[in-house]
């Protein structure tokens, strides 16, 4: 069975070109120079990602208010989906955050009011349009802002995201880990990294899947989030050539801050997964093979 997941937010997001980049395979760099038509009327498509079968429902942002007020709307866009992905652009954080916090409550009350049981993940996208240099510090900001705006009884997950090829890695992430909640695979492997993870400093691994999709992101509490942004861009790169590097450990310089990597292979141990990347600022070199040995011998269990 497929997993529904729609995908929703106002008009100018960017929704139907994540569908397009991370569904369909396209070239954002094309998508960004050629924008797409406006969606006209809501879109349902099947796609493989992951070893799942998703089924994307693109509502158009010119029916959102109508989806809002109308019950029988409500069931055809959120009945029997897993996720609710909550699409808006930074730009229109900073100019109208209001409005924002008043469509996520309503799909809040929504979801709770039909019993639809979807999980209500946020997308705030386009983060390449962040200034660089403050990006870290600048999304933790937003972040507790939009927590404490809606005032929700629940935690709602919010993924910063951007098409942008040094950034795409994020918006990979957002969804892989939105799917790979249904994915019995990936989130067994999740769960033995955070373990892994539980009481290291400064730390964090990445795992690709064969199609070089970041599918898995696990960060040590400690982790700066300055760093990530630079990070998304050194596995971009990383990514292309990996095979050189696999098995020894390798240093990197991130700005401020030297990185030891560390890179394995993962596709032997489970065809799902390509490679595992691990950086970390406080590890030494045997640690970190020993750390990346034991999780494959526990995999292979
Ligand atoms: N800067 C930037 N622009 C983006 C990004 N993603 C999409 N866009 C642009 O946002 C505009 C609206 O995109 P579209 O997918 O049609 O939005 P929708 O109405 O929400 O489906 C287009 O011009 C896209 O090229 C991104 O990550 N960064
Ligand atoms: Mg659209």
Same mark, same amino acid.
């Given at each position: ?107 809040? &009350? +929504?979801?709770? #009011? ?6 209500? %993940? ?5 983060? /390449? $349009?962040?200034? @660089? ?100 861009? &050194? +596995?971009?790169? #990383? ?6 590097? %696999? ?5 990197? /310089? $991130?700005?401020? @801050? ?44």
């Amino acid at each position: 069975m497929a997993d529904k997941i729609t995908i929703i937010g106002p008009p100018e997001m960017g929704k139907t070109t994540i569908k397009k980049v991370i569904f369909e395979g396209e070239d954002p760099n094309d998508l960004i120079l050629f924008p797409l038509e406006a969606t006209i009327g809501i879109k349902y498509s099947v796609h493989n990602f992951m070893n799942s079968k998703v089924s994307l429902i693109d509502a158009p942002g010119q029916s959102l208010p109508i989806i809002l007020h109308d019950e029988q709307k409500q069931v055809l866009a959120f009945g029997d989906t897993s996720a609710i992905i909550y699409v808006f652009d930074y730009p229109t954080w900073i100019s109208d955050s209001q409005d924002i916090i008043d469509d996520v409550r309503k799909i809040y &009350e +929504i979801n709770k #009011k039909h019993d639809f049981n979807a999980k209500i %993940i946020l997308f705030l996208h386009k983060i /390449d $349009l962040v200034i @660089k240099k403050k990006i870290g510090s600048l999304l933790s900001l937003i972040r507790r802002q939009i927590i404490k705006q809606l005032e929700l009884p629940d935690e709602i997950p919010i993924y910063f995201t951007s098409l942008h090829p040094n950034l795409i890695y994020t918006t990979y992430n957002a969804i892989s880990n939105t799917i790979s909640d249904f994915s019995e695979n990936s989130s067994v492997l999740k769960e033995k990294i955070k373990a892994k993870l539980g009481n290291l400093s400064k730390t964090s691994l990445f795992v690709t899947n064969p199609d070089d999709y970041l599918i898995i992101q696990e960060i040590s509490s400690d982790f700066d989030l300055n760093i990530l942004y630079y990070l998304y861009e &050194e +596995i971009y790169n #990383k990514s292309k050539s990996p095979e050189v590097l %696999i098995g020894q450990v390798s240093v990197v /310089d $991130l700005g401020p @801050k030297l990185f030891h990597l560390l890179i394995e292979r993962l596709n032997d141990v489970n065809s799902d997964f390509k490679y595992i990347l691990l950086y970390s600022e406080s590890l030494e070199k045997e640690d970190m093979i020993k750390i990346l040995d034991d999780l494959k011998k526990d995999l292979n269990q």
